[in-house]
């Protein structure tokens, strides 16, 4: 939806014209700007660049400063890569408008009391649903019952699975992940699963994954994960 970075870019306008109208004649210079008002600015330019990966990883990494939090969820809106649809292995899903989860099928999981989704993930036995507000739910589809508590998980605009571990892109550019054995079909050794685990957590301006490869703001793809 690139009405979200069309609203963004009509609000950065009007608050640059709006300053412009409103500052001296004699502005500050650029060296007495603070350090996040610079960074603010640069993050600016980036989104007129149309560099908007880099531009949402900017304006997140500057938190609650000014507006730059919302405006770093526009452009992830417009940008991030989330699947809406499922089918596949017994049962099909899809988000509908209000937030909730449709599913159908002779497998299909209970997720009635899942609301706010946006997005989903499914690789056996793990579903996943990305959550507006960035938090993220998880079920074991052969038993829903048995839910899976992220706790802890913010800022999250993106989620993947491979059944085992549940992969959670930030705002940030950076990508958390869980590995939940109980419902896992199969396993790494322990030594195995802490380089992976710290691999993942490498990972740095990252607008895309997807379990295996990951793209870089720059557009790179990184693959073997």
């Known amino acids: 939806d690139w009405a979200a970075v069309t609203e963004t870019a009509e609000q950065l306008a009007a608050e640059q014209t709006e300053a412009a109208e409103t500052q001296p004649e004699e502005t500050q210079p650029e060296e007495s700007l603070s350090p996040e008002e610079m960074k603010y600015n640069e993050a600016v330019d980036l989104f007129y660049n149309e560099e908007y990966g880099k531009a949402a ?9 000014w507006d730059a939090r919302e405006i770093s969820h526009k452009i992830w809106d417009a940008i991030a890569v989330r ?12 988000v509908c ?19 706010d989704i946006i997005a989903i993930s ?10 507006s507000d960035g938090s993220v739910v998880a079920t074991d589809t052969r038993n829903s019952s048995r839910e899976i508590t992220l706790k802890g998980w913010t800022d999250i605009v993106s989620v993947a ?11 940030d550019g950076t990508v958390v992940a869980y590995q939940e054995y109980e419902y896992a079909d199969w396993r790494m050794d322990e030594k195995e699963l802490a380089v992976y685990l710290d691999k993942i957590a490498a990972l740095k301006d990252i607008i895309e994954f997807n379990v295996t490869t990951a793209k870089t703001a720059d557009g790179r793809w990184l693959s073997g994960l």
């Open 83 to 94: 699947d809406t649809i499922y089918a596949q292995n017994g049962f099909t899903a899809a």
């Open 122 to 131: 499914r690789s056996s036995p793990l579903m996943l649903g990305l959550r």
């Open 161 to 171: 699975t491979d059944g085992c571990t549940i992969f959670g892109l930030k705002m």
């Open 57 to 65: 990883i900017a304006f997140a990494k500057l938190g609650d400063f």
């Open 97 to 115: 408008e209000d937030g909730t989860v449709a599913v159908c099928g002779t497998l299909a999981p209970d997720v009635s009391d899942w609301t």
